[in-house]
């Protein structure tokens, strides 16, 4: 157990947690919903390690009063949760399915009953399975469609929505779903997944202009980054390391605020259009980060088709998913994000950070998980010192609230604050729970600075 106390947040500050739909709400065939890419690929054999679906997952659905009740006992200022595109569209185009987006409207209501800000991430990578069909992100119609869905579902929560993200992950959606064919829709184009970062981009431009129209409430993008360590000394090394920097934190960064595609890769694959920097440039109120670990990298070897080589990063504890805990590389990313983009940085909320452990009840009715306590006391000590470092970071959200379904990890990672069982959907608080309610009570008693 940490013993220093931890030092003051500024007065404000949003703590909060996250999670997606298709990881913890189930009810897959309920009131009207269509299917996902996740849907087609969860029940394709072998994708997921074992063998389970989303189809019932937390049954937040039906649950959902009993989970807003957890957060509110954890005293969170806000909750990130994703949007069913194919509940609000389940053909993922036309007009909206009023009760699919009923679900989304009560528990709006229940948050901001509780003092709760709604926070509503729109893709968090349950592309409707029709607009796969016809394509999916590779086609640069689904950006259109993306828009169509903002539109409609601002319509619907943007007056009461207190913070939009437009995409979760985009790096990830296109390098372990169609890069890589660990994710849905299981495309594995390498390289040739560069489309999908385009047309997300655009689909996130074209979808900041849809919500402004519909709502007054500031609009993010949820990034996943890798603060990148060098793992040899040699040029070589070096111009691997900025080749990974490139792909995995500036890809995305660099055209959202308004800097084009980094040179080197051709990361624009010939379907940029005349205009669309323009419009993935729309300016936005914050940037979402996600953080869970660096990466070490150093150069290929010969023959390889990556331009760098990925090697484990020594010297650090590790997560039941193997990666390392090193909180030093949230300060260090937090740091080079201020210093790469500077004037055009937005302020921050770390949108994501957590960690799956093997947790599980000890027979008295606990659910002991004392690295997960160790591992957010290290990452808010490090959110601490980049505010004093002057990187303005205004929230941190942790993943998850709920032990949930991680994707081709199925049930068998837990990134819970709360313990599920699936069995009987019983939830038990961790002692990570009691930990970050006691810390965000003392938080939010403090006097304002
Ligand atoms: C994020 N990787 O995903 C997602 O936003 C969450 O839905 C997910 O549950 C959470 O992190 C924990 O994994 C990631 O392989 C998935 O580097 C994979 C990676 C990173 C993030």
Not at 290 to 300: I, K, L
Not at 344 to 372: M, N, Q, S
Not at 430 to 445: E, H, M, P
């Amino acid at each position: 157990m940490p013993t220093e106390p931890m030092p003051d947040f500024p007065a404000g500050f949003r703590w909060g947690v996250s999670t997606s739909a298709y990881q913890i709400e189930g009810a897959v065939g309920v009131d009207g919903r269509g299917s996902s890419i996740w849907d087609t690929f969860a029940h394709s054999p072998g994708r997921i390690v074992d063998g389970s679906t989303g189809d019932v997952a937390c049954d937040h659905y039906h649950r959902h009063a009993e989970d807003v009740d957890l957060m509110a006992g954890l005293g969170v200022c806000a909750y990130r949760f994703s949007i069913a595109w194919p509940r609000v569209q389940p053909g993922g185009t036309g007009a909206a399915n009023p009760a699919g987006l009923d679900f989304y409207d009560r528990l709006v209501d229940d948050l901001l009953a509780r003092d709760i800000d709604p926070v509503a991430t729109l893709f968090h990578w349950d592309l409707p399975q029709p607009l796969e069909d016809a394509g999916g992100w590779l086609n640069r119609d689904t950006a259109h469609r993306f828009a169509e869905y903002a539109d409609l579902t601002a319509a619907r929560l943007g007056d009461r929505v207190k913070l939009w993200i437009t995409l979760n992950e985009p790096f990830v959606h296109m390098s372990l779903g169609h890069g890589m064919g660990v994710h849905a829709p299981g495309r594995m184009l390498l390289f040739d997944a560069f489309p999908v970062a385009h047309h997300q981009l655009l689909g996130h431009g074209l979808a900041v202009g849809a919500l402004r129209a519909r709502s007054t409430s500031p609009v993010a993008i949820a990034n996943n980054y890798s603060p990148v360590r060098l793992a040899g000394d040699t040029d070589a090394d070096r111009a691997a390391a900025a080749a990974y920097e490139a792909l995995h934190n500036r890809l995305f960064t660099d055209p959202l605020l308004g800097r084009g595609y980094p040179a080197g890769q051709d990361f624009d694959a010939g379907v940029v259009r005349d205009g669309d920097l323009a419009v993935i440039a729309a300016p936005i109120d914050v940037l979402g980060v996600n953080y869970y670990n660096p990466t070490a990298v150093r150069a290929p070897e010969e023959g390889s088709p990556l331009p760098f080589d990925l090697v484990p990063l020594d010297g650090y504890p590790r997560t039941a998913f193997d990666w390392p805990v090193a909180p030093d590389g949230l300060r260090d990313l937090l740091g080079w994000l201020r210093d790469t983009y500077r004037d055009d940085l937005p302020p921050i909320e770390i949108t994501e950070g957590g960690c799956a452990y093997d947790d599980a009840p000890d027979g008295t009715g606990r659910v002991p998980d004392p690295e997960r306590i160790a591992y957010l006391d290290g990452h808010l000590r490090a959110v601490r010192a980049a505010l004093d470092d002057g990187v303005d970071v205004r929230g941190y959200f942790v993943w998850s609230l709920l032990d949930n379904w991680e994707w081709a990890e199925g049930f068998t990672k837990r990134f819970g604050l709360v313990h599920v069982d699936f069995d009987t959907q019983v939830r038990t608080p961790k002692s990570s729970y009691a930990w970050l309610r006691d810390l965000i009570a003392a938080s939010r008693r403090a006097p304002a600075a």
